[in-house]
C-alpha cells in the first residue's frame, strides 16, 4: 500500500494510528519533509499542488507521539515535536535563539535570525529569515527570499484541503508584514512595510486608467503598499485596509539592484 493511501486509511479510522507498524510510517513521513525529500506544496506545469495526505500525517504525527521535556543549554521546552539539529553538516546558518521545529525542511544557504520555523514548512535555498519572522506549518517559501524583520507567514493544517501560504522565489516580504489563509505571493514581488494580505483583502492594482482587482495572489515583480478603501457598514462609511499594486519590479539579471531601483522608484518602506 502506497503511504498515501495507508495515511488516508488511518486519517478514517484513527485507532490504527496507535499500531506500532503505522506509527514507524507516520515517523517515516515526518523525517522525509524534515529532509526535503517530500513538500505539503510544490510548483507544476499546472501550477502548485498541495498534497493533503502529507499535511494528514503530520496531524496525525501530533496524535502517536508524546509530551517530553527537552533541553537547548539553559533553555528548556515541553513539546512532542523535537528542534531541527546538525545546521553546520547542512550549509544553514542559525543564529542564537532561532528555532526549527523538526519536519521543517531549510535548504543549504538558509539564514535564520532569531526567528521561528514550524513543521511543514518548507524554505528553499539562499532565503533570509529576519529577527522575529515567523514561518508557520506547511507554508512554502522560496529560493533567495527575504523575510524582513516581525513578518508573519501564517500557517495551516486544518482544514486539511487548505492551501498554505506560497512566496515564491526572489520576493522581498518587507517589515512587519503579515501574509495568511493560504494567500500566493508572485515571483519576485516586494511588499512595503505593514502590508496585510489574507483570502478577503481586496489587492488593487492602481497603475492603469482603471483598477484591477486581485484576491489571494500578488502577480509577479508587483510592487505593493498598504492602503485603504471606503466601504458602508449600517453605521456609516469606514476606511478598510486594503492592499495597492503601485508599480512593477525591473526584470534584471542583478536582482538585489533591481529590488533597491524598486524600493527608490516608489518610495517603500521595508
Excluded at 523525517?31 to 499535511?55: C, F, S
Excluded at 511543514?120 to 539562499?126: H, L, M, P, Q, T
Excluded at 522581498?172 to 496585510?196: D, N, P, Q, Y
Amino acid at each position: 500500500m502506497s503511504y498515501q493511501l495507508l495515511i488516508d486509511s488511518i486519517w478514517e479510522d484513527r485507532k490504527l494510528a496507535k499500531l506500532p507498524e503505522n506509527k514507524e510510517v507516520i515517523g517515516s513521513i515526518i523525517n522525509r519533509l524534515d529532509t526535503g525529500q517530500i513538500r505539503v506544496a510544490e510548483p507544476g506545469a499546472d501550477g502548485w499542488k498541495v498534497y493533503e495526505w502529507i499535511k494528514k500525517a503530520v496531524i496525525l504525527y501530533f496524535s502517536v507521539t508524546e509530551m517530553e521535556t527537552l533541553h537547548s543549554g539553559p533553555f528548556e521546552f515541553y513539546d512532542k515535536i523535537p528542534l531541527k539539529k546538525d545546521f553546520a553538516k547542512q550549509g544553514i546558518r542559525v543564529v542564537p535563539q532561532a528555532l526549527a521545529r523538526y519536519g521543517s525542511y531549510l535548504a543549504r544557504g538558509v539564514i535564520l535570525m532569531p526567528s521561528y520555523v514550524n513543521i511543514g514548512a518548507y524554505i528553499d535555498e539562499g532565503t533570509m529569515v529576519d529577527t522575529w519572522a515567523t514561518v508557520g506549518s506547511c507554508a512554502q517559501i522560496g529560493k533567495h527570499v527575504h523575510l524582513s524583520g516581525g513578518v508573519g507567514i501564517g500557517g495551516v493544517l486544518e482544514p486539511v484541503q487548505a492551501s498554505p501560504v506560497i512566496v515564491e522565489d526572489g520576493a522581498f516580504i518587507g517589515s512587519r508584514c503579515i501574509v495568511v489563509e493560504g494567500v500566493r505571493v508572485g515571483r519576485e514581488a516586494v511588499l512595503g512595510a505593514g502590508v496585510v494580505l489574507t483570502m478577503s483583502t481586496k489587492i488593487i492594482d492602481v497603475t492603469g486608467e482603471n483598477p484591477v482587482y486581485y484576491e489571494g495572489y500578488i502577480p509577479e515583480h508587483s510592487v505593493v503598499i498598504p492602503g485603504s478603501y471606503t466601504k458602508r457598514f449600517p453605521s456609516g462609511e469606514y476606511q478598510v485596509p486594503c492592499a495597492l499594486i503601485i508599480g512593477r519590479r525591473k526584470e534584471s539579471t542583478d536582482k538585489k539592484t533591481s529590488l533597491n531601483d524598486a524600493l527608490r522608484d516608489f518610495k517603500v518602506a521595508v
